[in-house]
């Protein structure tokens, strides 16, 4: 295990207090590995473009792609994501669908998220604000992240501009994801 931990660090070029604490606010390269033009597209607008998400609650869906041996990067696959209030704080909670033909979520209302999204997310998904992002990271039981997302809003057309690392470096996920109606 602790040889997976010091390789997916140097891998990933993070620099982790030994507690992992302390995960960066920006994803480190997420294309260092060269990415489809599309996820080039979805992280230039991520750092060029992209400022903190609204604090207020929201349902957002649409495409990803992913950077991984176990996926086409061309396929485009989907996503929805519910940013909400509990306890006073404002969580991130997700379902990714892979090899839908379209968008099974795009008439979901924050109602339907609500209803239907599971409650791990309370347990899960505080997000971590910095100045201009925020961040999620769910960890095992010896610490070491596992998933961790970034996220920033296209303040254009308010879309969702979603990053993530799953397994280290093994998967990035580079997702655009729509607001939907409040």
Sequence with gaps: MLSWIVGFALLSGFSFAQDFSELPDLPPSPCFEGCTNKMDSIQRRFFDAGVAPSQEPAVYSGECVYLSEMYNPDHVHHAVTLLDHYQGHLYFS??????????????????????????????????????????????????????????RQDPRDQSLLLIYYAGGTYLKGFCDLKMHPR
Excluded: C, H, Q
């Excluded at 090899?99 to 409650?119: C, G, H, I, Q, V």
């Design 94 to 151: 997700a379902i990714f669908s892979f090899f839908a033909e379209k968008n099974e979520y795009a008439d979901w209302d924050l109602e339907t998220a609500r209803r239907l999204m599971s409650e791990d997310w309370k347990n899960y998904g505080l997000i971590k604000w910095a100045s201009d992002s925020g961040r999620v990271a769910i960890f095992n039981d010896d610490l070491a992240p596992v998933y961790i997302y970034w996220m």
